[in-house]
């Protein structure tokens, strides 16, 4: 916490997506946890490129695959709720289809267990302890 007197570097896991998608997300309290969104399979803008969603709690010193074929994941930890420390939120399409629609998923360890939340989102949105769909 140098305000940025010193600057880091770490190694993506994939290239930057390509769909114009918020390519890194922070955790609120845990400062070495990142998401990264990159593309997979988007050499020459092929037709199976598509977005994954990667989580790093080192820094970005290690990438696990969270979820393929997302717009947008979010921490969605929240103070004083023990129980969100690994709360992620992603928006991810229908059987992983593009062409489908998007379903808001859930998971607290890191997507080894996925909860749908909602189906047929548009987007969502995190202000305090409220989340918009």
């Not at 990142?34 to 593309?39: A, S, Y």
């Not at 020459?44 to 969603?53: N, Q, T, Y």
């Not at 004083?80 to 998007?102: A, F, M, T, V």
């Amino acid at each position: 916490m140098d305000r940025g007197k010193t600057i880091h570097s770490f190694t993506a896991p994939e290239a930057p997506n390509q769909d114009r998608l918020q390519i890194l997300s922070f955790h609120p309290a845990e400062k070495d946890w990142l998401i990264w969104t990159g593309g997979k399979d988007c050499s020459g803008f092929g037709k199976d490129c598509h977005s994954v969603a990667h989580v790093s709690t080192k820094g970005g010193g290690d990438w696990k695959i969270l979820l393929p074929f997302v717009r947008k994941c979010q921490f969605i930890s929240r103070e004083g709720r023990k129980d969100s420390e690994q709360l992620i939120y992603c928006e991810q399409y229908l059987n992983e289809d593009p062409s489908n629609s998007l379903q808001l998923v859930a998971s607290d360890d890191w997507f080894e267990h996925k909860d749908v939340r909602i189906e047929n989102v548009i987007s969502f949105a995190t202000m305090s302890e409220f989340i918009v769909v």
